[in-house]
């Protein structure tokens, strides 16, 4: 108490022999500079503050500013572009490769179509070649082996609930039930008590965003203003886009060389005022490893952080497996620091495209998803998503899909993906020429190589029918594996053609890569990301550009 | 002229150094400690200040009252009368929802074995019989915008449904099927609205998503052009997915009155106009009114200060680019307009595509490229989104491109002659029913009306219990009816009218007309409510009811 007492005493004293020092020094000056000066210096300091806000550092916002400049020049612009439109016209033909119908429709049809010329037409644009991914020779993509007998119950339910929409819960009251018992298995699974609680949504992605969102939202109410997420770098895409779109600052941790995992402790040096939210996944897309969940969880809890554990993946996997066995750790619900997962339904779920799940520890961080306006003039408007109208077809086709297998079949899917992986990796660590990276344990084989061009490799496996997706910094490969390369023969098949392609690839080794597997490369090589850019926006006009045909008896 | 401007400047300087004098004189009696600090203080204060002022438009008294009255409910006493009527409302919200689950069985576990294919297509046949609503009968207000289970229709839907179960345009090497069909649906669309040549744009899950998503775009492209806190101006009857969109993408919102005709007041938004602005809306037809908004004229205000035009045709998407050759007069609102630069259009609504389809169209890849996502150095690859989602569902994409190429041009021009017709029938029809008033012009398909006799939310809930569902509206108290393929008939029309004419009249002869309906009581205490949080709070009651297990499921 007289410690205390004496400690204000002197911090007074010295505040006002402080404040009498600063009045001796500042009395000879003119109060109206002082005055200009001060009002001046503190716009100064907020505009530099307002830099500081800008969710850019400062060294890309000068790396951004140079190559403007530098692009600026007509002749690097002249040789962009001419790069640019080339890659246009390659992209252009990859992508309407496979289109040799003959047909685009551009306008709506005078007189309606007949429903079996319209069904007609769907197949031919079924039928356009495409790789096999029902013979387990695409990486991810349909998880599902689409057995008849399952179709069957689907194409009943879609009939029943095409127009079904869950914005109307008194409307379509069996659709709305059918969403919530959907989120209460699920709660279920991940071991979240009574409290837990979540929504359906159109796809990982969104699963991801909605909980960025609700933890932005929490960190605003609590009065940050530039909300943070500490991000492992082998995190999903979607919470990049996340970020993007909810304006929250990325504090990017790279993941350990060893493991492909993050490192706990990074991650808590990581951790200031503003930390909205920390991430860890399980298992992570590029190389398939788990994060420490665990670990994090603990770091996660002690400073009152929301983690969110992404099981876009894994989250129809791991609950099915029996943990000793297959030495999975802990990563849900019964972790403190665990608030929000993700997990995918339309993935290892087996539904069809378009759900996956996004869950909440308690509602307190659920309420901060939803959306309510409340002064709207038509009427007071709410929303769980961030969809106003959703398809109920969707939730109805979880729903039935949960149903129609149960847990003994995903346990038993589980078993055949994770053994499938683990088959293939062993394959993989057995060819000298590939480096593995991570564990590659799970659903996931995820390898480099620093013998042979890793590009060349994909672009040679894909004219072999094989398609695997590609990595980059480090530049690699990696299968996802689905139910579809759990049948029989596919493992040995495809190894002993990654074994002929490396040989192959050992014996020439001069040739290069060719197709999209190249332009991977080279865009790697470009340090004006804006450029790359421009890449990926090509890419995406041309999905939905006309085919060349069209043009060509456009002009005939 | 040059002396006396001269003379001028001198006057001009002289007085500056006056001032300045004098400013001098009154502060050396100030302690230069007390002066830096108040003016780095006073700074800071009217920097926070105006930041708050900024952030809505709200009228600043108001917020200050919301702001003390979420004080308030830090008051022990206060707080636990809050706590005992939001149980209350708890209690009805979930009876409310829960009452049509009749036999209160819930799954809230994955069952071990798989669920007989028997077994599920029952269960799911008596959820879905659940709805007691007349939907097919036209009982009800939007929802579903064609017939229910129309046999042709739906056999055409579920044999694309078996081959596009599992497609997903995230991966158009994999499914070039289906990104061709999106491609196409958008070319369809595009030339509905007289797009040009380089007309472009996506698919999205629904109205809200496409309006969001012009939002991103405007707001993406006001940054890069180094706005740091763009504005967007809206009608107050613009659809609630601007408003989220500003709350989701931290968009300042400028809300502008609308006349009594319920159109935009064009002039207030051209005075709400600065150089932050990154977009202007305009509805064609808006939601709560159905009243077609003066989009020439903002169309000119966004070409006249080089200001993006976004128009929302979510509603009437497929009904008013028909309603010219439907022999009905609509005002020009699409792409002819040179300052329109993007339009929002729902395919699930009047194209008649099951739920989860909309557009979103620009009038050049200069705004949609603002739209899409790269990320360019993710170690998973380039990776490049065109809309929110990561994975898409491919089937809605083939549903959507299916029914528009089996309806074709003379259905919809066919069924828009029926609906706008209804809607013309009911809207002449609501003046003559004494007490009620008209509310806007009904100039597509939504028909609104309020009354200054009665309250006209007890019409709703009185109707209701007739089995027609409507849909409220506030500021002012209104209803409107949303009339759809299913109500294109004369007998629904005439049906609804004799209805609502008798409920008028037993309203207007009540002793509180019509105070006392449970409707009126909800919406009379959100308006009465200044704190907008505990109007919140009760919304999420709502939501948390709508995924709660009844209350005597095992």
């Known amino acids: ?233 082998s995190a999903h895409a979607a919470f990049y886009k996340a970020a993007e779109l909810f304006c929250m600052h990325v504090v990017q941790i790279p993941v350990e060389k060893k493991d492909h995992k993050v490192d706990p402790r990074k991650i808590k040096k990581s951790i200031n005022k503003n930390t909205a939210m ?111 109208s959703r398809a109920g077809v969707n939730i109805a086709l979880c729903w039935a899909t949960m149903l129609y297998h149960g847990k003994s079949s995903y346990e038993q899917k589980a078993r055949a993906v994770v053994d499938t992986t683990r088959k293939i990796r062993d394959g993989i660590k057995n060819i000298p020429e590939f480096k593995l990276q991570g564990a590659s344990d799970i659903c996931i084989v995820s390898f480099t190589s620093d013998k042979i061009d890793i590009h060349r490799f994909q672009d040679m496996m894909n004219r072999r029918e094989w398609q695997l997706s590609a990595l980059q910094f480090p530049s690699g490969v990696h299968l996802m594996v689905t139910l579809n390369h759990t049948k029989e023969g596919v493992v040995e098949e495809f190894l002993s053609d990654c074994r002929e392609v490396v040989k192959n690839i050992v014996d020439n080794p001069s040739k290069k890569a060719e197709g999209a597997a190249a332009l991977y490369g080279m865009a790697q090589k470009i340090p004006d990301r804006s450029i790359v850019r421009e890449f990926a926006n090509a890419y995406l006009d041309t999905c939905y550009s006309e085919p060349p045909f069209v043009k060509k008896t456009r002009l005939e | 002229m040059a002396g006396k401007l001269a003379l001028y400047k001198d006057t001009v300087v002289s007085n500056f150094w006056d001032l300045w004098d004098y400013l001098n004189g009154k502060l050396t009696r100030v302690n230069p400690v007390v002066l830096v600090v108040a003016s780095v203080g006073g700074t800071y204060f009217l920097i926070k200040l105006r930041r708050l002022l900024r952030r809505s438009d709200r009228p600043i008294h108001k917020r200050l009252m919301g702001y003390v009255f979420s004080w308030l409910r830090c008051i022990p006493q206060v707080q636990r009368k809050i706590d005992q009527e939001l149980s ?69 839907l579920a044999e694309v449904f078996k081959s596009y179960a599992y497609s997903n345009p995230l991966h158009p090497d994999v499914f070039p099927g289906c990104r061709k069909m999106e491609a196409e649906v958008i070319r369809i669309v595009a030339n509905l609205y007289s797009g040009p040549p380089d007309a472009c744009g996506t698919l999205t899950t629904g109205g809200t998503e496409s309006i969001m998503l012009a939002c991103l775009a405007y707001r993406n492209r006001a940054q890069a052009r180094g706005i740091e806190e763009p504005l967007m101006i809206i009608p107050v009857t613009a659809h609630a997915a601007f408003d989220k969109a500003a709350g989701l993408f931290n968009i300042r919102v400028k809300h502008i009155p609308v006349d009594k005709d319920s159109r935009v007041d064009v002039n207030a938004m051209k005075r709400a106009i600065t150089r932050d602005t990154c977009m202007l809306v305009g509805s064609a037809p808006n939601f709560p009114t159905g009243t ?165 939310y007890a019409v709703s809930d009185k109707l209701n219990k007739l089995g027609w569902n409507l849909n409220t509206l506030q500021y002012p108290d209104a209803i409107h009816f949303c009339l759809t393929y299913n109500q294109a008939r004369d007998e629904v029309i005439n049906a609804f009218i004799k209805d609502l004419e008798n409920v008028c009249k037993e309203i207007a002869a009540s002793p509180k007309k019509g105070n006392d309906s449970s409707t009126a009581a909800i919406y009379g205490l959100a308006a009465q409510i200044p704190d907008k949080t505990l109007v919140e709070d009760v919304t999420h009651v709502f939501l948390d009811a709508c995924y709660a297990m009844p209350e005597k499921g095992h």
Not at chain 1, 41 to 54: N, P, Q
Not at chain 2, 91 to 108: A, L, M, N, P, Q
Not at chain 2, 122 to 150: H, I
Not at chain 2, 299 to 317: A, F, N, Q, T
Request: charged share 25%.
């Open chain 1, 1 to 233: 108490m007289e410690i205390a007492k004496n400690f204000l005493l002197l911090s007074g004293e010295t505040l006002q022999i402080f404040a009498h020092l600063v009045e001796k020094q500042l009395q000879d000056i003119e109060k109206s500079h002082l005055l200009v000066a001060t009002l001046f210096l503190t716009f100064v300091i907020t505009l530099f503050g307002r830099f500081r806000d800008a969710r850019k550092s400062i060294t890309t916002v000068v790396k951004d500013k140079f190559f403007k400049v530098v692009r600026s020049i007509p002749y690097v612009q002249k040789k962009i572009d001419e790069e640019i439109e080339k890659i246009r016209v390659d992209l252009s033909h990859s992508i309407h490769a496979s289109d040799n119908s003959g047909v685009f429709c551009s306008k709506l049809p005078e007189m309606g179509m007949k429903t079996e010329q319209v069904v007609e037409m769907a197949d031919l644009y079924t039928k356009m070649e495409s790789p096999k991914y029902l013979e387990g020779r695409v990486s991810g993509a349909v998880f599902s082996d689409e057995s008849e007998e399952e179709m069957k119950v689907y194409t009943e339910v879609f009939k029943r609930f095409a127009w079904s929409n869950p914005l109307w819960p008194k409307l379509f009251p069996g659709v709305r039930k059918m969403e919530a018992e959907v989120i209460r298995m699920c709660c279920d699974l991940m071991n979240g008590g009574e409290e837990a609680c979540g929504t359906m949504s159109t796809g990982g992605s969104m699963s991801i965003i909605l909980a960025c969102l609700a933890h932005r939202n929490r960190a605003y109410k609590r009065g940050v203003t530039r909300p943070e997420i500490i991000l492992p770098s």
């Open chain 1, 278 to 388: 920390i991430v860890g996944s399980t298992p992570n897309f590029p190389y398939g490893s788990m994060d420490d969940i665990e670990t994090i969880s603990e770091i996660a809890y002690e400073y009152d952080v929301p983690l969110h554990v992404d099981a876009c993946l894994g989250g129809f996997i791991l609950p099915f497996l029996n943990a000793s066995e297959y030495e999975i750790p802990k990563f849900d619900f019964r972790l403190r620091g665990v608030c929000s997962m993700s997990a995918d339904t339309h993935k290892y779920g087996l539904t069809p495209k378009g759900s996956s799940v996004v869950l909440y520890k308690s509602k307190e961080y659920l309420h901060n998803q939803y959306f309510c306006h409340t002064d709207w003039q038509g009427g007071i408007y709410a929303s769980p998503t961030l969809e106003g």
């Open chain 2, 88 to 156: 209350k409302t708890r209690k009805e919200v979930v009876d409310s929802i829960h009452k049509y689950d009749t036999e209160r069985v819930f799954i809230k576990e994955l069952p071990y074995d798989a669920t007989n294919t028997e077994k599920i297509l029952q269960t799911a046949k008596k959820y879905e019989q659940m709805g007691t609503f007349g939907v097919n009968e036209g009982r009800v207000s939007g929802a579903v915008y064609t017939a229910y289970q129309a046999e042709d229709h739906l056999e055409l």
């Open chain 2, 292 to 456: 077609v908004d003066n989009i020439l004229a903002i169309s000119e205000l966004g070409r006249k200060y080089k200001i993006p035009v976004h128009v929302d045709c979510c509603l009437g998407g497929f009904l008013v680019p028909f309603m010219m050759d439907a022999g009905f007069n609509v005002p020009v609102f699409d792409f002819q307009l040179p300052g329109v630069t993007s339009i929002s259009c729902d395919t699930h609504k009047y194209g008649y595509a099951p739920k989860g389809s909309s557009v979103i169209l620009y009038r050049s890849p200069e705004y949609l490229h603002h739209q899409y996502f790269s990320i360019t150095e993710w170690p998973g690859g380039i990776y490049a989104t065109p809309t929110l989602s990561g994975s898409r569902s491919g089937l809605t994409i083939a549903l959507t491109w299916a029914t528009l190429l089996h309806f074709g041009r003379n259905e919809y021009i066919e069924r828009t002659k029926k609906i706008v017709g209804a809607a013309q029938k009911l809207a002449a029809a609501i003046p003559k029913i004494p007490g009620l008033i008209l509310h806007g012009k009904a100039d597509v398909s939504v028909v609104a009306f309020r009354s200054e006799q009665f309250n006209i």
